[in-house]
Nanobody, 120 residues
């Protein structure tokens, strides 16, 4: 089992920044690719960003490229999502995810989510 706990969400004005964190505990953290997903009200959960086991590869949804940066610290069992130039359409619950494969199909573990609200 891997437990994932997100933090860092909140209310921010458009154009502002936030940094989300995800703390992992349980099984070996470095065995998993890690990612962020988000779900806006009335919409399906969607992929945001992913980072490989050692952190050498990253992948982003087109909608966030250049504005959001994913990183991980295997020594601290944590991943981060630095969010900048935020837009109202970034408003969603953001979920941390762990997967044993790069496709994140399936996601092995989910966090409980943290709310990000961007006001216009």
């Amino acid at each position: 089992q891997v437990q994932l706990v997100e933090s860092g969400g909140g209310l921010v004005q458009a154009g502002g920044s936030l940094r989300l964190s995800c703390a992992a505990s349980g099984r070996t953290f470095s065995n998993y690719a890690m990612g962020w997903f988000r779900q806006a009200p009335g919409k399906e959960r969607e992929f945001v960003a992913a980072i490989s086991w050692g952190g050498g590869s990253t992948y982003y949804a087109d909608s966030v490229k250049g504005r959001l940066t994913i990183s991980r610290d295997n020594a601290k069992n944590a991943i981060y999502l630095q969010m900048g130039s935020l837009k109202p359409e970034d408003t969603a619950v953001y979920y941390c995810a762990a997967s044993s494969n790069w496709s994140f199909a399936p996601v092995d573990y989910w966090g409980q989510g943290t709310q990000v609200t961007v006001s216009s």
